[in-house]
């Protein structure tokens, strides 16, 4: 990381907030009721991303290629234990805003690897403010009182704490235990719709903001893979290799004439915040149009 780039750029009225929901299947999305996630994508898009051929379809890959804005040839995450990684030198967006352009950033989760020194982790190596809230036990109810607590948590941040975070990531993993222990079925999706819910309330605590009216807001919610129908992910079929993006802001019209990488998220919140990307970021995807 340069040094080069130490210089404070104005906060201005821009803010991020990225929400990572791991494990959702795109093709299920139109059979359940997620009206939170409906309306980010009808102010601005819903659209497919392929994990690419490199990346392997596991949650550590690709939430580092997601935050990092680079490839897994360049971050070195391959799996979900993150060892050998380099994010020393390709930072996720809440550890290079705080450090390069000392902005006030916030992530929050239950992941181990994501959020602590363990597995090779942490990814979220030093944002302005990290909340780490583990399940109690590794089940898919445990994890769905995790994401609440994780929602909790946020909320607070996000609409009463004097933390005031300018670009925000926050780790929803219920979903994806579900389906490794549980399948792809009802269970799945009601979990699914749990965390729609648990997005609403996001999104109404920035609504509830007191300069909510003068600040301008970018919402991105995204998901790392797919499931297969029985619970799992790994290989390379088509279902697991299939993820998506949907995001609202006020850089963003409708939508993408391009295909989506997940690289372009982390670009998009540079983007967002009025932050041209140092060239030595060499960074990977680009923001939405």
């Known amino acids: ?30 059979e359940l009721h997620t009206p939170h996630l409906d309306s980010v994508a009808a102010e601005g898009f819903l659209a497919p991303v392929e ?7 596991m949650s550590g890959p690709c939430w580092a290629t997601i935050t990092t804005g680079v490839g897994v040839a360049k971050h070195g995450v391959l ?28 992530a929050a989760g239950g992941w181990e690897p994501l959020f602590l020194a363990r597995s090779g982790g942490p990814l979220f190596a030093a944002p302005g403010r990290l909340s780490y809230i583990a399940p109690l036990e590794d089940t898919p109810e445990a994890w769905e009182v995790c994401d609440a607590r994780v ?60 300069d909510y009216a003068e600040e301008q807001w970018t919402v991105i919610v995204v998901t790392d893979h797919g499931h297969v129908d029985h619970g799992g992910h790994g290989g390379r079929t088509p279902v697991e290799r299939t993820a998506w993006i949907a995001a609202a802001g006020p850089d963003i019209s409708g939508p993408q004439p391009r295909p989506l990488h997940h690289t372009d998220v982390a670009a998009h919140v540079y983007r967002a915040l009025d932050i041209a990307p140092d060239p030595h970021w060499t960074l990977d995807g680009q923001p939405f149009k």
């Open 1 to 30: 990381m340069s040094n080069a780039s130490s210089t404070l750029w104005p906060a201005g009225p821009r803010r991020v907030l990225v929400v990572g929901i791991d494990g959702v299947r795109l093709d299920l999305l139109p």
């Open 151 to 210: 929602t909790a948590e946020a909320e607070y941040v996000l609409r009463d704490s004097d933390d005031d975070p300018q670009a925000s990531f926050v780790y929803l993993g219920a979903v994806d235990e579900t389906a490794h222990f549980l399948g792809c079925g009802e269970e799945y999706r009601r979990s699914v719709e749990t965390a729609d819910r648990h997005l609403g309330r996001l999104l109404a605590a920035l609504k509830s903001r007191p």
């Open 79 to 106: 799996g979900n234990h993150l060892g050998g990684n380099r994010l020393d030198v390709f930072p996720e967006f809440t550890t290079r805003l705080a450090a390069v352009h000392r902005r006030r950033t916030f």
């Open 51 to 57: 994990v690419d051929e490199v990346t392997p379809t």
